[in-house]
């Protein structure tokens, strides 16, 4: 039986979203804007990469075509490839959002039907009835931040502070989410997930996507450092996913990286973890060796969004995507006959665009396997397209969303 592996490159949009106006977000394209500026020199930084951007394993699969599909353009600075070698194309997203929940369910073949509840961008931001419930509810001598904020920045503002009374640093961002950071030791790790446990009950009424504990260490503003012991805790797919799919059939589902906490653990068989997106790497490396006929390995790559595109790290992202890229040959030569592979995002975080939240993007679809056509798969109207073509590839059942492309990529067509 074959085996599906979809590697998430967190956030790497590449831009020409046909509603991104709506999200105030015409003309971002992440991948595009980071090919540019290195193009330029702007992507150079001493001690970590510099000259045009590098992606040579990616570009050979199709990820200059996947730019063409969604923008009509090739990505300044790489030369084209006149004959991919994988498949390749791009996906629009159909939710109502732009954010890991609704970008990640719709990969696995459920978009979102509804609207995500928001907070305001508004100091305080939250209900003073949700406040006065988590203090309450909590145990708290009260809470810091209530606003829109940057972690890495609302940390060092508000970290001695908190250290000094025991109030977690609570905020949001233009995400349907509740953040709530904390230091592992002064405040304590398993109080912040305890913490985090009663106000994601809290905040249901509401439908906010996720509660996220952001814990961290250090002991002043200069060396405060958020740590790999993230939680996210999500409401569940408002109906089964392609995981769940998968796990019915008897079959098994290794999450790397957050993916189980995106699909509150529904469906998910196995969770591996690591700090680092090259640590990261390593665990799909390992769950790729253990994976057996009909398993399905869905990894995520989460620094690229956390660690450069919230930060508007351009140098910082371009690295890390040719750090990714060097690696790709490792998890390639694990592909066995009868194997597919898809590299995607679930959004986009335009290092280069104003603020520091996600974009509303088109995502790339590029990938290959042994025995599978390279083709231009085109513009796919949803993300729910790449669940289903991995569903046919399994031998599952279609799904209620999305339309396979698979027929294109079989030798027999």
Not at 64 to 78: D, I, K, N, W, Y
Not at 190 to 211: E, F, T
Not at 310 to 336: T, V, W
Not at 355 to 366: F, S
């Amino acid at each position: 039986m074959p085996r599906a592996f979809i590697f998430v490159l967190d956030s790497f949009g590449i831009g020409g979203s046909a509603d991104a106006a709506k999200f105030g977000d015409e003309g971002s394209n992440t991948f595009g804007h980071i090919a540019a500026a290195c193009a330029a020199g702007e992507g150079d930084q001493a001690g970590l990469r510099q000259g045009p951007l590098r992606l040579p394993q990616m570009m050979r699969l199709g990820l200059g075509e996947a730019l063409r599909a969604s923008t009509g353009h090739l990505p300044a600075g790489m030369a084209p490839i006149a004959a991919p070698a994988g498949f390749h194309g791009a996906a629009q997203e159909v939710s109502d959002g732009k954010d890991t929940p609704s970008g990640h369910w719709e990969i696995a073949g459920v978009p979102v039907p509804f609207k995500w509840g928001y907070f305001p961008d508004t100091i305080p931001a939250f209900p003073a009835s949700l406040t006065e419930a988590i203090i309450r509810e909590g145990g708290l001598p009260g809470i810091l931040g209530n606003c829109h904020a940057s972690g890495t920045g609302i940390i060092e503002r508000l970290g001695e502070e908190h250290v000094r009374t025991g109030k977690p640093i609570c905020y949001t961002s233009v995400d349907s989410v509740l953040q709530i950071a904390a230091h592992e030791e002064h405040f304590g790790l398993q109080r912040l997930y305890d913490l985090c446990k009663i106000v994601r009950k809290l905040v249901d009424p509401l439908n906010i996507g996720r509660v996220i504990a952001r814990p961290f260490v250090g002991e002043t503003a200069e060396t405060f450092k958020r740590t790999h012991n993230r939680k996210d805790l999500a409401v569940p797919p408002p109906e089964p996913t392609l995981a769940d799919r998968v796990v019915a059939g008897g079959k098994r589902v290794i999450g790397v990286g957050k993916i189980g906490d995106i699909f509150a653990h529904r469906g998910i068989s196995e969770v591996r973890k690591a700090a680092g997106n090259m640590a990261m790497f390593d665990a799909a490396l390992g769950a790729m060796d253990d994976a057996r006929d009909g398993d399905f390995v869905f990894a995520n790559f989460v620094d690229f969004d956390t660690e450069f595109g919230h930060r508007r790290d351009i140098p910082g992202y371009a690295a890390a995507l040719e750090a990714f890229d060097r690696r790709l040959p490792e998890a390639l030569g694990r592909l066995k006959p009868g194997d597919i592979l898809i590299l995607t995002a679930d959004h986009g975080n335009d290092p280069s665009w104003r603020g520091t939240d996600h974009t509303r993007e088109r995502v790339p679809i590029i990938g290959t396997g042994p025995g599978l056509k390279p083709a231009d798969v085109g513009l796919r109207p949803t993300f729910a397209d790449i669940g289903e073509t991995v569903a046919e590839h399994l031998g599952l059942a279609p799904g209620r969303h999305g339309t396979s492309f698979y027929g294109l990529l079989r030798a027999d067509a």
